[in-house]
């Protein structure tokens, strides 16, 4: 024979549980007669079926026909006597307000950035809330998403708020850098959505706050590279100052002069010419860019030609420009009549030195 039991009640719900079940698992078998003990800050709310019937606030209760009509109702004919059993669960429900509730992304949310292209980001904030229509609450949660176990309730409703905020960052379209100054508007546009989101779970949504949004550890690897980039800003005296300290650094060490100019001439060279002629190769490079668009906006004869002669100039380069072979700018050179510099192997003629001998 089935246990019935007289006495219903949650004793030992905790402050952040928010639904405690009776009986834990499978049904209870109640009757007419039967005492229901409910405790400050909890509702007990009857179900069946997947249906919330009644519901009992604080107090001490005694089951009768009149005090859960929905019930009896609902179990027409099944009552004999007041003393056969019915079937029911009873979940009582914390009526307090829960104000620390955490949300966060598990995974992070990849959005388009204006100035870094595609971005990764976290985010995580916390909120209040409390239960403001307990049946409507256990029909919702219980009977519609299947889930009482406190844990359960709280990952669907992050999953609710996460959901709400990316759509809100998809729409806002706002880069990474502008966040930060967003924040209190992005936590009022995301607490309006939950509020409609939670009210139609019975819920009352108190306060929303948004903690935090950082970008994955790619992401500010990428950050990181830009910043460095708008730090050094003129890359051809960064690359000329890079050279400079490497010579610096090859003439302190150890066997003095002699030493330095035996042991580091190729080193000079190489580290001289590699760093200057990356940087010219790179000034050069956007140099005649700019000198190109020019010619092509000015529209002047000649024009697209001179842009494209770098300022500074290989042997080939130069040799280019003054039609001729590269072994007759180094006679040019050798003789003096074009000044030039050498580093290492290489040489580098300003396009003004060629200027200033083809105008003698």
Known sequence: MPRVFDIIEAPNQGLNDMVVRFPPTSSGDFRIGSQVIVRENQTAVFFRDGKALDSFSAGRHTITTANIPLLTGFLSGLLTSGKTPFTAEVYFVNMRDFIDMKWGTPEPIALRDKDLGLTRLRANGRYSMAVQDPQLFVAKIVGTQGLYQTSQIEDYLRTMVISRLTDLLGEGKAG??????????????????????????????????????????????????????????????????????????????????????????????????????????????????????????????????????????????????????????????DSKQVKAKQIGAEFRISKKALDDFLAS
């Open 176 to 333: 990474l850098f502008d966040l930060p100054a967003l924040f209190d508007e992005m936590s009022a546009a995301v607490r309006v959505k939950v509020a409609d989101d939670f009210a139609a779970l019975g819920i009352l949504l108190k306060a929303f706050f948004l903690g935090s949004i950082s970008p994955t550890e790619e992401t500010q690897k990428a950050i990181d590279e830009r910043a460095s980039m708008g730090a050094i800003g003129d890359m051809n005296k960064y690359m000329q100052y890079q050279a400079a300290k490497a010579m610096r650094d090859a003439a302190s060490q150890p066997g003095g002069e002699a030493g330095g100019a035996a042991s580091t001439g190729v080193g000079l060279g190489a580290g001289l010419g590699m760093g200057v002629g990356m940087a010219g190769m790179i000034s050069q490079a956007m140099s005649s860019a700019t000198q190109q668009q020019a010619a092509a906006a000015s529209g002047a004869p000649g024009a697209a030609a001179a842009a494209a002669a770098p300022d500074v100039m290989t042997l080939a380069e130069a040799a280019a420009y003054l039609k001729v072979s590269e072994a007759d700018v180094r006679t040019l050179i």
